[in-house]
């Protein structure tokens, strides 16, 4: 094994294909498949954590995050499907369980979902079983298992129910069903009519209620697995969606008319507020829910368009695949099916309602398709990528950061990196180009005519290029751009090139099975090895450039030495791709057709001996290690980039013997530079001009906030003046009434003395007479006792002798019994002999009906089949119609179960109140505890009434004058709402104007762009006509050598004849087509200058629409200002009303109870008691 090893560092790209590949950790970290790894991305320290895929794996299928944000349940293909769930809080992800189907065989599980409480698990399979299986996933326990759906019906989504462990959905091509765990088997709750209903995926908003995204673009609700009702999308945003659509379709194809595409709901996702959809491309919305338990849309959140292409680019019209939201609800993440990861801050969604927001990327933005090119430089931490999504793209390996960025015409092919980092070459289908780097661009420089440049590289030097056009190999000057050499000798394409240190060789290998080595010097091959039944993939030198290192379709690694094949790492079942060698000399690294990477240690083994490292999920395309032996970077067909940094045995990092110093020096242009001295310029007045209208608005505000708070200090002053005065007669009157209350006092003490002894003389009286009665009432009971004493013995005399009597009579009468039924027994033993013989003699005759009851109920059954296939379908309705009564009846029964336990507690209530009344009845014997009460009510009432006289009288002087204030407020406000919806109406009839424009702009340019397809059309056909004249010029050359030999001459003149004369007839119409291509120019200069007096009034009505709509914002501003403050001082207004009327009503009130209470203070307490 090699002593050298590699760790993976940093990936750029996204694995699409993948259910659910986009879930948070935690509030900064999200995790993603790259590759065949999983990767915990913390956005804010720009990190990351790798989870490694298993290696017989085929490929992932789906992730799902438990409700905690510990667990992550990764489902992977192969010949047994398996869901591996790590613990996301261990450091290198730990592997917890290893869950499969058991004895079913399954070989993928499309979607996965974790119940609430982490503790169960459930994964859909493919087809064509679509079963669903139930896991107890930490004892790996298959608890249930179902069948979904059927070949036809693809299942998209799985989840549990947030509120119930027990209760799961499971939604498709129609397939929308609800399974409830019961028993130990799923079963279906639900069985709602959708068959014809493409459902793409669903989210749970509350216990009962289930939303679902079609592919149709709606909204529905389901409620207890019932459809309720549709949630209605359409919106403005929408219709601008499709309207670009249409304006893209219209440019890529003007021939072909289409109807914009339909709106897919992609992706759904419910938080606190409501709930996130996807609303056809690079479109999100926003359902936030009203109180009228439905939802409305309150903001459409796009994917930005391209910042390097000005037209309508793909960016737009992504298809968001997955969203997330983080636990915090802070942040909203989305994954789209070209491999890019945006978000977007909820918060600046809340503040800023008005304006349009957009989604920016999370980390980089990443290649789509797959990378063709990889190459690094010596000067600068940089490493450029191509691939066939037409992006050339330059990313820093060392700060992580995609630097720049540009999209072609043209897929792109082969990359490669001078070694200042300064310049790029970059093949393509038609040409290949030599470019700047420029500080924020990529610039052509110079155009090579190598046609499908599928490799190109820098010498080590950066003086040379070599350029590979088939089996041909170019080598051009990088200082003059001339052809130096072109190396022929292979037969098939050459796959791969790489210069030796020196750059004194070059060794290239190709599809025929041939590796060279070519001197650079004279273009002569100095050795070569031929090996027909291997097509080679990658070459290169070795770190001293004694030998060479190949990989091919044989599945085996070479080094090869003067022509001879030295050394030979044994066959693999995985083929080789790509190799690359460390600059020490210590490791090779090869790239395999699984997107696996092995480190094979140099001098390489005779046996089976390297590391692997999962790394892609399709073949690595490049590899290549950086000057400094500190990084490898691979890329593959997936798409991704991915950063390994080199360790040794002990897990440290390498040190490099080669010292590398990176320079930080870019390249820019000096009209570049003139821009942004410029802009500078600009950017400064405009700072100075907002610093003193800042300055200006602050000294306004200061003078406003002074004399607001003058006014409120003077009225503070009067209103602590009055108060004093208040308080002062207060105690005036607090004083009277103590003296009063003294005098009252001195009163009542006298009558309730004398009150006291009358009633004592008179409860005496009533004691005697009440004793004299309890002695006569004893005597009466005495002599009563004796009479029924006497009764008694009477009484069981006459009962002993009717008992005599009574039994004589009876055993008479049982003697006559017996003899009855002894007879009855002889006649019932008769009668059951002939009821046997009648039974026999009907069953006889009853199997005989039987039979005919038979054959007609048979037929009677056949119709009955047919008719109930009629009613099941009714039974469907009338099971619906049952259950909504059914929910009605529960709610009936509720309401009956409360007006009970309201009942009962009434009667507690009356009960209570009662045995309150018997208690006040004792309580009327104390009257001295009353009367003290009394005294103590009387006087608080008094003083009451005192004060809310004064308060009766200032109460009705406020009231007037308020009434007074609030009229001419309220006439204002009525007449600022009418200018405000005269403004509105303006900015409608402008809005309109501007649409109208904008259709005239859109249509001159598609006229424009098909004049400019027609030109170039013709100017092909006049390059065409160019090279057949010269072909026919060096043909003419070469006729002319065989002026001495006629019978050559005549040979060369037929020739000539039969391949040029078939093409005359272009060459008489050129004078025709010049006619044309005048007519062709006037047309267009008339276009062109149409559509420059159309740019220039749309500019003008633009800025008029501008003046306007500020002037109209400025009034609109101050309007709401001063509506609010009126709406605050009616607010105010409206309270000191209503607490003055309670005031008034408690005054009346107590006016009420005084006069009876002055007349009658004996009889008031009994009152007060039982009240």
């Known amino acids: 094994m090699s002593t050298v090893g590699a760790q993976s560092h940093f990936s750029f790209g996204l694995r699409t294909g993948v259910a659910n590949n986009l879930c948070f950790f935690d509030e900064q970290t999200v995790v993603y498949p790259c590759g065949n790894t999983c990767v915990c991305y913390n956005t804010v320290q720009r990190c990351q954590r790798f989870i490694p895929g298993s290696e ?53 599980f499309v979607c996965m979902a974790f119940s609430p409480d982490s503790k169960y698990l459930i994964g859909q399979a493919g087809g064509p079983e679509w079963m669903l299986i139930f896991w107890l996933w930490e004892k790996q326990k298959v608890l249930a298992s179902v069948k979904t759906s059927n070949v036809n019906n693809p299942i998209t989504q799985v989840s549990f129910n947030p509120y119930n462990n027990m209760q799961l959905c499971v939604s498709g091509t129609g397939v929308f069903k609800l399974f409830r765990y019961s028993e130990g088997a799923l079963k279906q709750s639900s069985f709602p009519k959708v068959e014809t209903i493409n459902f793409l995926c669903h989210t749970w908003v509350s216990a009962e209620r ?23 999308t359409t919106a403005k945003a929408a219709q601008e969606q499709n309207d670009r659509q249409v304006e893209r379709r219209k440019i890529k194809d003007t021939d072909v008319d289409e109807a914009p595409t339909v709106s897919r709901i992609t992706a759904i996702l419910s938080y606190s507020k409501g709930f996130v959809c996807s609303l056809g491309p690079g479109t999100v919305c926003l359902f936030e829910k009203t109180e009228e338990d439905s939802y409305r849309k309150t903001k459409d959140i796009q994917i930005p368009p391209d910042p390097y292409n000005n037209e309508v680019t793909p960016a737009e019209s992504q298809e968001i695949h997955t969203m997330c939201i983080s636990p915090a609800e802070e942040t909203l993440a989305l994954s789209t099916d070209q491999g890019q990861l945006y978000s977007v801050s909820l918060s600046s969604v809340d503040i800023n309602k008005e304006e349009k927001l957009h989604f920016e990327f999370l980390s980089q933005s990443f290649h789509s398709k797959s990378i063709t090119g990889l190459s690094v430089c010596l000067w600068k931490p940089l490493v450029a990528t191509c691939s066939l999504d037409h992006s050339v793209r330059i990313w820093n390996y060392e700060t992580k950061v995609l630097e720049l960025y540009k999209e072609f015409l043209e897929e792109a092919y082969s990359v490669a990196l001078h070694p200042t980092g300064l310049f790029i070459l970059v ?50 000057s990088v200082s003059s751009f001339e052809n130096i050499l072109n190396l022929k000798g292979h037969n098939g394409k050459v796959r791969g090139i790489e210069w030796s240190l020196d750059d004194s060789r070059l060794v290239s290998c190709g599809t025929d099975g041939a590796v060279y080595e070519w001197k650079t010097q004279t273009g002569k091959r100095e050795s070569e090895s031929v090996l027909k039944s291997c097509s080679y993939t990658g070459v290169a030198f070795s770190s001293d450039c004694k030998t060479i290192l190949a990989v091919g379709t044989d599945l085996t690694l070479k080094e090869i030495e003067d022509c001879q094949v030295l050394r030979e790492v044994p066959a693999d079942e995985i083929a080789h791709t790509a190799v690359a060698v460390s600059h020490s000399g210590r490791v090779v690294f090869t790239g395999t057709s699984s997107g696996s990477i092995r480190a094979i240690k140099y001098p390489l083994p005779t046996q089976k001996d390297w590391i692997m490292y999962q790394a892609h999920c399709g073949p690595v395309t490049k590899m290549v290690m950086t000057f400094d032996d500190q990084f490898l970077l691979t890329v593959s067909e997936d798409g991704c980039l991915l950063i390994w940094k080199m360790i040794d045995k002990e897990g440290r990092g390498l040190k490099s013997n080669r010292h590398i110093i990176h320079t930080e020096e870019i390249l820019v242009t000096k009209s570049d530079l003139e821009e942004k001295t410029q802009n500078m310029l600009e950017l400064k007045m405009r700072l100075e001009e907002l610093q003193m209208e800042n300055e200006y608005q602050l ?97 069981e005399e006459s009962k002993i002798q009717a008992l005599e009597e009574l039994t004589q009579s009876y055993e008479a009468k049982l003697q006559e019994k017996t003899r009855d039924l002894a007879q009855c027994q002889e006649d019932a033993q008769q009668q059951m002999r002939e009821f046997k013989e009648i039974i026999r003699q009907m069953e006889e005759d009853e199997e005989r009906i039987v039979h005919d009851i038979q054959l007609k109920y048979e037929k009677k059954l056949h119709t009955e089949r047919e008719t109930n296939t009629n009613l099941k379908g009714e039974t469907g309705v009338m099971t619906q119609k049952f259950h909504s009564l059914q929910r009605q009846i529960s709610d009936r029964c509720t309401d009956i179960t409360q007006l009970k336990q309201e009942r009962q507690a009434l009667l507690g209530l009356i009960r209570s109140l009662e045995s309150d009344i018997e208690d006040l009845k004792r309580q009327i014997a104390g009257l001295e505890k009353s009367n003290r009460d009394k005294d103590q009510t009387i006087c608080g009432l008094k003083k009451k009434n005192q004060e809310l006289e004064k308060l009766r009288f200032v109460l009705d002087f406020q009231l007037n004058e308020l009434k007074k204030q ?9 007449e600022k709402k009418e200018r405000i919806r005269q403004l509105e109406e303006e900015l409608v009839q402008t809005d309109k104007s501007n649409t109208q424009l904008k259709l005239t702009v859109s249509e001159l340019r598609l006229k424009l762009r098909s004049r400019d397809k027609e030109m170039h059309k013709e100017m092909q056909k006049a390059k065409d006509l160019e090279t057949h004249l010269q072909r026919l010029q060096s043909d003419l050359h070469n006729c002319v050598g065989f002026i001495q030999e006629p019978k050559k001459l005549k040979d060369s003149v037929q020739t000539m004849y039969a391949r040029y004369v078939s093409q005359t007839n272009g060459v008489e119409k050129s004078s025709v087509d010049e006619d044309i291509q005048r007519a062709f120019c006037l047309q267009r200069d008339h276009l062109e200058r149409t559509v420059n007096g159309l740019k220039m009034r749309l500019a003008k009505s633009n800025e008029e629409h501008e003046k306007v709509y500020v002037r109209i914002m400025k009034e609109n501003v101050t309007l709401i200002t001063e509506i609010n403050e009126l709406r605050k001082e009616l607010r105010l207004v409206r309270t000191q009303v209503k607490d003055y009327k309670a005031q008034l009503a408690t005054y009346r009130k107590s006016n009420k109870s005084r006069p009876s209470s002055d007349t009658g203070p004996k009889k008031e307490p009994k009152h007060e008691d039982v009240s």
Request: contains cysteine.
């Open 427 to 476: 093949g393509f289908s038609d040409k290949l180009r030599l470019m700047n780097l420029v500080m924020d661009d990529i610039r052509t420089l110079k155009e090579f005519t190598v046609r499908g440049c599928r490799e190109c590289a820098f010498s080590h030097g950066g003086h040379m290029f070599a350029a590979v056009s088939g089996n041909v190999i170019h080598i051009y």
């Open 699 to 795: 000294r306004l505000k200061d003078m406003n906030y002074n004399e607001k708070m003058k006014e409120i200090s003077d009225k503070s002053t009067q209103q602590i003046e009055s108060l004093k005065t208040t308080q002062q007669a207060m105690r005036t009157e607090m004083e009277k009434q103590e003296r009063e209350h003294r005098e009252r006092s001195t009163e009542l003490t006298v009558k309730q003395s004398k009150e006291l002894k009358d009633l004592e003389l008179s409860y005496s009286q009533k004691l005697i007479v009440e004793h004299e009665r309890y002695q006569d009432l004893q005597h009466k009971y005495q002599r009563m006792q004796e009479d029924y004493e006497k009764q008694l013995q009477s009484a």
């Open 210 to 232: 289930v939303i679902a995204g079609t592919d149709t673009g709606r909204l529905l609700v389901f409620e207890s697995g019932d459809l309720r009702r549709e949630i209605n």
């Open 966 to 974: 609030t009229e001419p407020q309220q006439d204002e406000i009525s």
């Open 56 to 108: 017989k794996s085929k490929g992932m299928r789906a992730l799902a995050i438990s409700a905690n944000r510990r667990y992550l349940a990764v489902s992977e293909c192969g010949e047994k499907a398996t869901i591996t769930v790590f613990d996301l809080q261990h450091e290198q992800g730990r592997k917890r369980k290893v869950l499969t189907a058991g004895d079913v065989l399954v070989q993928e």
